[in-house]
C-alpha cells in the first residue's frame, strides 16, 4: 500500500517537471492543477539552504488539514513532528495567501498572488503588497527542476521580497523570503 502510494505521488510530481506548454498562452489555466489543496496532499520540504541530502532536523513535512491550511511539522516523520507553521492559501477568484508563519518567517494576509485567470506579467497590487506573475517559468528545487512552473515574485509595503513557486501538479515547491526558503525535498 505503502508503495502505491509513493509511486502515485511520483507520477504526480513528475507530471509537472517538464514536457508540458507554456501556461502563459492558455487563457484557461486551472490554478488548481498548481496549488491542490485536496486533503490528501503532503510535501517534504528542506529549509536549510543546503545542497547535500538533508539531515533529518532540517526536514519540514506538510500536509493539507481539515480547513485546507498546510500544516508544517519538523523531522522525519509528520505525524511525530514538532508543530513548525502555517501556510494558507486560497483559490478564491484567484489565488490569495492568506497566512504563513514558518519560524520568525511570517506574512500576514491577505496577499493577491493571481487573478482567476492569470497572465504572464500580470501585477497584483492589494494591502501594500505587490506581487509579479510569471507563468511557465523554471523553478529548480532540491527534488527537481520544474520547467513549466508558475512564480509570484512579491514585494510587502516595508521593501521586503517573497518569491512563491508552484510545480504543476506538484503545488507549492519554493517559497523564498526573509528568514526563509522552503526548498521541495518530495512531492510526498
Known amino acids: ?13 513528475l507530471a509537472g517537471c517538464g514536457g508540458g506548454e507554456t501556461p502563459g498562452g492558455d487563457a484557461t489555466l486551472d490554478l488548481a492543477a ?5 486533503g490528501s496532499r503532503t510535501w517534504t520540504w528542506r529549509d536549510d539552504g543546503g545542497e547535500d541530502a538533508p539531515a533529518d532536523e532540517a526536514l519540514v513535512r506538510g500536509r493539507v488539514d481539515a480547513d485546507g491550511a498546510i500544516e508544517l511539522r519538523r523531522g522525519l516523520v509528520w505525524s511525530d513532528g514538532a508543530a ?46 505587490t506581487c509579479a506573475t510569471a507563468l ?11 520547467d513549466d512552473a508558475l512564480r509570484f515574485d512579491c514585494e510587502d509595503g516595508g521593501g521586503a521580497a ?27
Open 1 to 13: 500500500m505503502r508503495l502505491g502510494a509513493l509511486l502515485a505521488g511520483l507520477g504526480a510530481a
Open 34 to 38: 498548481y496549488v491542490p489543496l485536496d
Open 84 to 129: 513548525a507553521g502555517t501556510i494558507r492559501l486560497a483559490l478564491d477568484a484567484g489565488l490569495v495567501l492568506e497566512e504563513l508563519a514558518v519560524g520568525e518567517a511570517a506574512v500576514e494576509g491577505p496577499v493577491r498572488l493571481a487573478d482567476a485567470l492569470p497572465e504572464d506579467g500580470d501585477r497584483n497590487i492589494a494591502h501594500g503588497w
Open 136 to 146: 511557465g517559468v523554471e523553478v529548480d528545487t532540491f527534488y527537481a527542476l520544474y
Open 162 to 188: 517573497w518569491s512563491f513557486g508552484f510545480g504543476a501538479g506538484a503545488g507549492p515547491v519554493r517559497v523564498e523570503g526573509p528568514g526563509l526558503v522552503l526548498d521541495l525535498v518530495a512531492p510526498w
